[in-house]
């Protein structure tokens, strides 16, 4: 199975755990088998590997993800970056060139394109070989597949299938309609447009090259930021005449609010908290390392994150963005390829923070203009690179860095370090990037 | 007037604020003229120099919290530092002890005790000097001060006085009662017993002699770990028979819970955060500086420290020591007579404080036998000492000190640092004391 999975932008609809570079994605609140939790990304991407060891997975996304992918993936799986958002016939475009220039997958396999955060199970991922092997047969150009509704839903938009027959020509499509009008479309049959969908790669190879000018996959990648911001629904499907529909019936949920999120969650709590016995219908994700002690309450979400402390009631909670959109704010974590960094203290001429670096991995060797740092190592074994002079460091070593000076640090085991930064401008925009000749 | 004020212990029902180290009189809620805030420790002291400027202000306290008063009302105050607990009899008859010898007020002076925390205006400073007075005429060997019951409280002890005058000698005293009976009391004409009491110097130096065996305030305080624990209600208020009450009508609140704590805030809010506008009787004190975001809550207290998160229905917020007394958690956050730290990060083998040293001040002349230091100089100027060698410390500056290295840091300018702490025992007990001979 080839699957092009659609990395969503970022969002605060999940302050304070997504924000301006933490989309929901990517987010640990899945339990795993083995005690530990797993993101949204994560918990599809082993989804996929469990129903097909052989699948193929493309993730299409922007740059700003890549850190956290390969974080929380590893560096192997492929990735189709866009230099820049382009909505998703662009995005779906490259991804299908890569598919072929750079991965090789031939003209006549099929390519399942899904969303990388719907919550589902395994039958989910079955469904989707499903549509892959019906777009294979040829009978249509594209094969969506067609989720069985639940409830008059005004978040989706609503396919019309011709027959009430598993596989059936779409007979139109409806946009997001009020709750009455999904009732009636229901009742005449109507499936919702998860936007998911598999065709044979040369089909929107052939749609690309007539909407686009450009040779390969690397010359589109070159051109993608002249490229018209359009979407695929509205450059291919709406135009298409030869469409089929598969319904699925199993369990599929869009956990974008905090209401859906919870209710998604294998238990009411996650990190170190302590509810009273007169709490109902709590839920608490603490991600910081004091407790949240929670009493007396009814239909509320708790959240902490090294970002803020929201405390909601679950209706509420659907109506955030607004309130958090004018909340301006350092970013006070992140995940990079090579680990991830959490802001420990804020002060005004100075910024502390705490880097941890998985093993057999480095941070880029750079310098800034305007800060000088330190470097406190507090765990761990590795090798520190200060202007092409090596040298191995362990915990209690400290190395002083004056701005302008090139610098990195290369963990041989799991590596945790304070770095204080010192000048009157920080910024993570100072930053010079350069090569390492080691 | 001469003004004993007895600084009770820590406890956590004020949790996140109040710990193990830190009591509730010296937590900064209350707004003064200059917009900043203040603690009830700094209010009543404030309030105390407002009507009486020459007051000789004495607190009775334990070691625990010297640090914290000196950081508040500056190196100046009076202070009766109990060497440990032996509640309220030894600790009145040292502080008198400590008025006549240390301060030399005469016998026949009168003195006031109340408790640190009452929420009340000026008047009651007022009444404080009427009772100081009333003491001195000596129609009485003790002059309590009767608060006029608001409800039928089943939280203090009642007074009934013998008549209705302003000043009437005492008939009886009854201990918390039930609700139903405290209303008996009060058609009585009982009235509430704040603990607040004058009398001349010479009767409880008397009654400390009776039943202590002691010289002088040096000698009592010497032998104070020996004492027996006895209040002073049962050790002398319950066995006087000369006993007058005066009547006290103004405002007057014990700030012990959540509840009551809210409900004395100026405004409902302090600190960063965010309520939008279905939210209704809402309080927020947030400590940490990231923001709190509230949606849709009613009836709620939230509170958020360096030590955790507490969100909790008003009327629960009561019951909140069984809950917060099963967690075991570092002190994140101390004040000290040099100024404070705070805890920013907890590793296996380490940990990192931000360190504030307020202009002028050093910490003791100290080592750690199971831990090395590396100091991060991130604003502010001084002079550290290192095993006897003086050098100034600026900005960027790195000190690395190994376990058994005496050191100390005098700051010139208000002077904050980094500190990264190293080692495999980390505890505030591994600390040696050094005299500093400069």
Known sequence: MNIVLLSG?????????????????????????????????????????????????TIATSKKQLSAIYNQLGEDVGV?????????????????????????????????????????????????????????????????????????????????????????????????????????????????????FAYRLRYVLDKAHELIDFTDYADLF????????????????????????????????????????????????????????????????????????????????VSASPEGILVSDREQSSYIKPVVDKIEQQIMFAEKSWGSFRVIDINDSSLTIKVTLNPGHRMNYHSHQRRDEIWNVISGEGTVIVDGMEQPVRPGDVITMQAGCRHTIFAVTELKLIEVQLGEDISVQDKQKFELDV
């Not at 599809?44 to 469990?50: A, E, G, L, P, S």
């Not at 709590?282 to 309450?297: A, D, K, R, W």
């Open 222 to 301: 070159d051109k993608y930021g002249t490229l018209t911001k359009i979407s695929f629904d509205y450059a291919v499907v709406e135009k298409e005449p030869k469409i089929q529909v598969m319904r699925f019936a199993g369990e599929w949920k869009d956990l974008g609010t905090w209401n859906t999120l919870t209710e998604a969650m294998d238990e009411p709590t996650i990190g170190d908290c302590v509810l009273n016995d007169t709490c109902e219908n709590v839920n608490v994700i603490n991600e910081l390392n004091v407790p949240v002690v929670c009493m007396g309450l009814k239909d509320v979400i």
């Open 9 to 57: 932008g970022s969002g605060k609809r999940l302050w304070p755990l997504s924000n301006d570079i933490r989309s929901k994605q990517f987010i640990k609140i899945f339990r795993t088998g083995n005690g530990e939790y797993e993101s949204m990304v994560q918990r599809v991407y082993r989804q996929i590997k469990t129903v097909d060891a052989d699948a193929t997975v």
């Open 80 to 196: 189709s970056v866009e230099p820049c958002r382009r909505d998703t016939f662009p995005a779906i475009a490259l991804a299908t060139a890569y598919l072929h220039d750079v991965k090789g997958i031939g003209l006549d396999e099929p390519v399942v394109v899904c969303p990388v955060d719907p919550y589902v199970n395994d039958d989910y991922f079955e469904a989707l070989k499903d549509l892959g092997e019906q777009a294979l047969k040829g009978e249509a150009n594209l094969v969506l597949m067609g989720i069985e509704p639940t409830y008059p839903s005004e978040k989706y938009g609503y396919i019309i299938p011709a027959t009430k027959a598993q596989t059936s020509m779409v007979d139109t499509f409806r946009e997001k309609p009020d709750k009455e009008t999904a009732g009636a479309y229901i009742a005449r049959g109507a499936l919702w447009n998860g936007g998911v």
